[in-house]
C-alpha cells in the first residue's frame, strides 16, 4: 500500500463547476499538508499550504484536512480552461523533516 | 527574478554514458534536492542536500551521482549504472527551517537513445 493515494483521474469538468480533488494518507504523523499544481512538462509550483486540520482558503482554491479521517481535499471553485493541470498533494511530518511523500496525482481538464 | 532554473530542458543519452543535469537558484535557500517523475507515480527522492558540501541519498539514489560545491548549484549526474533513466527529473530548494515548502524548478526530461 502507498503511504499516499491519489486517483490519477482524469477528471474532465464544465468551466465554471466545482473541482474536487483528494488524497488519502496512511502515516498519522503527517503534519503539513501541500497542493501542488503542475502544468503539461513543467515543474510543480506550490498552490496551497495547510499545518494540522483544518480548512484554508485562498481566492477559488480551499484545502480542507481532516486528520482524524487521514484524508484532505483541494476545492477549486469557478473552475476556468486556465486550471487544466495536474494536482499533486504532498506530506510531511515536520517542518525539518526534508522528505516529502507525493501522491501520484489527479490530472484535471476543464472545457471551456 | 528569483527562481530555480535547470538545463538542458531536454537531453538525450546513449548506453553506457553519463549525463549531467544543471540546477542554479538564487533564492538564497539552502536546502536543494533532487526528484524523480515517472507516469502515474509520485516524484521520487533521489538525492538531498541541506548544506554546501553535504548531501544525503534519497530513496532511489542507485545510479546517480551528486555534488554541492556552491550554495546556488547542485547538480544531479545520471551514471551508466543507472539502466532505467528515462524519466522527468525536477530539481527544488527550500529554507532550511522549512523544508515542506519546497519550490521546484521547470524540470529536464531525460531520453535513452
Known amino acids: 500500500q502507498k503511504e499516499v493515494e491519489q486517483d490519477p483521474g482524469p477528471l474532465s469538468v464544465p468551466e465554471g463547476a466545482i473541482v474536487s480533488l483528494n488524497c488519502t494518507y496512511s502515516?498519522?504523523?503527517?503534519?503539513?499538508f501541500m497542493w501542488y499544481r503542475q502544468y503539461s512538462r513543467k515543474g510543480p509550483e506550490l498552490l496551497m499550504y495547510?499545518?494540522?486540520?483544518g480548512n484554508k482558503e485562498d481566492g477559488r482554491f480551499t484545502a480542507q484536512v481532516d486528520k482524524s479521517s487521514k484524508y484532505i481535499s483541494l476545492f477549486i471553485r469557478d473552475s476556468q480552461p486556465s486550471d487544466s493541470a495536474t494536482y499533486l498533494c504532498?506530506?510531511?511530518?515536520?517542518?525539518?523533516?526534508?522528505?516529502?511523500?507525493f501522491g501520484a496525482g489527479t490530472t484535471v481538464t476543464v472545457r471551456a | 527574478d528569483g527562481g530555480i532554473t535547470q538545463s538542458p530542458k531536454y537531453l538525450f543519452r546513449k548506453e553506457g554514458q553519463n549525463v549531467t543535469l544543471s540546477c542554479e537558484q538564487n533564492?538564497?535557500?539552502?536546502?536543494m534536492y533532487w526528484y524523480r517523475q515517472d507516469p502515474g507515480q509520485g516524484l521520487r527522492l533521489i538525492y538531498y542536500?541541506?548544506?554546501?558540501?553535504?548531501?544525503q541519498k534519497g530513496d532511489i539514489a542507485e545510479g546517480y551521482s551528486v555534488s554541492r560545491e556552491k550554495k546556488e548549484s547542485f547538480p544531479l549526474t545520471v551514471t551508466s549504472a543507472q539502466k532505467n533513466p528515462t524519466a522527468f527529473y525536477l530539481c527544488?530548494?527550500?529554507?532550511?527551517?522549512?523544508?515542506?515548502?519546497?519550490?521546484f524548478g521547470p524540470g529536464t526530461r531525460l531520453l535513452v537513445l
Open positions: 527544488a530548494s527550500s529554507i532550511r527551517d522549512n523544508q515542506e515548502t519546497q519550490y
Open positions: 502515516n498519522s504523523a503527517f503534519q503539513y
Open positions: 495547510t499545518y494540522s486540520s
Open positions: 504532498a506530506m510531511s511530518e515536520s517542518s525539518n523533516d526534508y522528505k516529502l511523500s
Open positions: 533564492l538564497n535557500h539552502d536546502a
Open positions: 542536500s541541506q548544506i554546501v558540501n553535504d548531501f
